[in-house]
């Protein structure tokens, strides 16, 4: 039996061993081709059939609407920071942000480079450890968009529900929740996800738009970084991250076989509870970082009341096992990242652990 590390890395994070088996046990020879998936031409009818059925499967796990697409793009979500405002974003309107961590920062820093931004509401004030209130957050009427990060991967906050933004399209970072959860996804003008967290390897990265917005894009605009281009293409236009695509379709086809994504939620939760219990139940001993009313159900963000310990937290962690509590080098403190392949087991190890070190050094 392979030996499997508990592994609560943020990201590139823990696969499904079943995808990985699968993976291995069609490595050498994809579908009686004679040859890996990697070594076939994008062009392929095999390799249009696997960017066809990814497509497909998402749109029904994630009940994405028919004036939808689906696009497989590179250059990681840090890319999409700049394609939306270079294709959303015209002179005369404004990029709204919703600024919750240092994702979100990012993200606007990048708009920044493009066009007129504003921020709407802020948590910065308190270091980011809740999403700010928005039940009445007031949008610019030439607002192009409403930009928030569903989940920051850094800080450990979640947004329980989005802002309701009427005409002005929505656009989500999912990267480290997306498929975690449902979403209506009609809500969204567009939902963007680097998939190495909930969806497979690095080198895809998901967009999910609504059909009207990316239709067209500015004609200034390099031909890769203009969403009209995939579209047009099917996300095929140059060599597509085949391998990254194909493993995203095998997780796709793991969280159907485990119930879709309502039963990923609630196995989340389940998850969750076990860590979030024991940091509540410590008398003081783990502090989450984040407000209980915006903690992650993926970034459990804690800390202990010493650094010192803290790293030997770390450092014991891994003697046994663990692998990636260490919390962000931005942050300091302690996060285990429980994406959907992280097994209750998991977490069930690391809650004892957490009681056991505290035993030791409370
Ligand atoms: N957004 C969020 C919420 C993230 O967690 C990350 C990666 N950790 C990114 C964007 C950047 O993703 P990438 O590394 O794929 O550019």
Redesign the pocket.
Known sequence: MTKRAYNFN??PAALPLEVLQQAQEQLVDYAGAGMSIMEMSHRSAIYEQVNEETQSLLRELFGIPSNYKVLFLQ???????AMIPMNLLPAGKVGAYVATGS?AD??LKEAKLFGETTVVASSEADKFNRIPDLSNVEIPSNAAYLHV??????EGTQYKQFPVTGDIPLIG????DILSRPVDVSQFGLIY??A??NLGP?GV?IVIAREDLVQESPKSIATMLRYDTHVKNNSLYNTPPSFSVYLVNLMLKWVQSRGGVAAMEQYNRDKTQLIYDTIDQSGGFYRGFADAGSRSAMNLTFRIHSEELEKQFVKESEANGFVGLKGHRSVGGLRASTYNAVPLESCKALAEFMVDFQKRNG
């Open positions: 943020a990201g250059g990681g979500a840090s890319t999409q920071f994702w990012k993200a990060t569903s989940n920051e991967t850094i970072d999912m990267s480290s996800a680097g190495q967290k690095s990265t």
